[in-house]
Nanobody, 124 residues
Framework: QVQLVESGGGLVQAGDSLRLSCAAS????????VGWFRQLPGKEREFVSAISWSGTNTFYGDSVKGRFNISRDNDKNTVYLQMSSLKPEDTAVYYC?????????????????WGQGTQVTVSS
């Protein structure tokens, strides 16, 4: 079992930056690929970004490419999502997720472990 806890969300203005953290406990985190997803009420969970176990490989959704950066520190069992140039349309609950197996995973359905989410609100 892996337990995930997101933090770092909040209310910001358009153009601001935020850094989300996803802290893991339980199993050895280095063996897990991690993804960030976001969701608005009544809508499906949207892929934001993913990172391989080593951090070597990353991938971003089209809507955040060039503005968000995903990274991980396996010594600290933490994955980060640095969000810059935030837009009102980035407003959502952000979730991190993990799955055993180190390669990139883009499909929400393959992730086994999820955090509780952190709210990001961007005002115009």
């Amino acid at each position: 079992q892996v337990q995930l806890v997101e933090s770092g969300g909040g209310l910001v203005q358009a153009g601001d930056s935020l850094r989300l953290s996803c802290a893991a406990s339980g199993r050895t985190f280095v063996n897990y690929a991690v993804g960030w997803f976001r969701q608005l009420p009544g809508k499906e969970r949207e892929f934001v970004s993913a990172i391989s176990w080593s951090g070597t490989n990353t991938f971003y959704g089209d809507s955040v490419k060039g503005r968000f950066n995903i990274s991980r520190d396996n010594d600290k069992n933490t994955v980060y999502l640095q969000m810059s140039s935030l837009k009102p349309e980035d407003t959502a609950v952000y979730y991190c997720a993990a799955v055993l197996g180190g390669s990139l995973k883009l499909n929400v359905a393959v992730y086994d472990y999820w955090g509780q989410g952190t709210q990001v609100t961007v005002s115009s």
